[in-house]
């Protein structure tokens, strides 16, 4: 794989499977547009990759959005590739319990700021989003009601983006990538609700694995995945990706 030439924008590219889709991709040759709140954060990776840009960008923000392609194609000239990563959990509670508020910023960062950075994305077909999803998008889990509305609303939103944008050259994908051991699942395990706060942490996957199928969906044509939710934990995407059987 290569990804020579190639510039990809990566949104919560502060920790977590963002940071590390940086490094895997920065290894397979890619300039790097790197977004996240956490401007210390951004810029001490992009000092350690041989191309890499750090812009502070709140995605849930259309004007920081903007301004995150603007300055990036003014780098490199044209995006070949979004990873549409940026997600917050909370609020976590029951829907009585949840702070409204909070709840209709959690779908504002969710599911408006992916279409923010995928509508901004769309100028430079033809062009790869991989929309990392999860299997909360047709599974609701107690006590994450607005992070399940929002990753059900990115899976359409793939679904969407590949229906109207795949014939000009468009490879839209939904990447779930299983159980991570992130530091959203700190807050997953102090909060004690649903089966997934009760996971053992050395249950979790190392954000290496998603990081390196993420580099993958970026580096191949897979026409035939293109708009659908592509699970890792599927042991055929598995096998042409190169990991072993879950």
């Not at 790097?32 to 191309?51: C, G, K, Q, T, Y």
């Not at 909370?90 to 504002?108: C, K, M, N, T, Y």
């Not at 992130?182 to 979790?204: D, F, K, Y």
């Amino acid at each position: 794989m290569t990804l020579q030439g190639k510039t990809i924008v990566v949104t919560g590219a502060s920790r977590g499977i963002g940071a590390a889709t940086a490094e895997a991709l920065s290894a397979l040759g890619a300039n790097l547009v790197l977004a996240a709140r956490s401007d210390d954060a951004i810029s001490a990776l992009a000092e350690r990759l041989p191309s890499a840009l750090a812009i502070a960008t709140d995605v849930a923000n259309l004007e920081d959005v903007q301004t995150l392609f603007t300055r990036g194609r003014a780098r490199f000239g044209r995006i070949d590739a979004l990873v549409n990563n940026a997600a917050t959990l909370g609020p976590i509670g029951r829907i009585a319990d949840a702070d409204p508020v909070e709840w209709a910023d959690s779908l504002q960062a969710n599911i408006a700021g992916q279409f923010f950075c995928a509508r901004a994305a769309l100028a430079d077909l033809p062009l790869t989003i991989v929309n990392v999803s999860s299997g909360a998008a047709d599974r609701p889990q107690e006590g994450w009601s607005a992070y399940c509305a929002g990753k059900a609303g990115l899976a359409m939103l793939t679904q969407s983006l590949h229906l109207e944008y795949g014939a000009l050259g468009l490879r839209a994908y939904g990447f779930r990538p299983g159980v991570v051991d992130t530091e959203m699942h700190v807050l997953i395990r102090a909060s004690g609700l649903n089966p997934i706060s009760q996971l053992p942490r050395e249950s979790l996957a190392p954000v290496a694995l998603p990081a390196q199928a993420i580099a993958w969906l970026c580096a191949n044509d897979a026409p035939d995945l293109a708009g659908q939710e592509v699970d890792i934990r599927d042991p055929a995407f598995r096998a042409r990706v190169g990991l072993a059987p879950p």
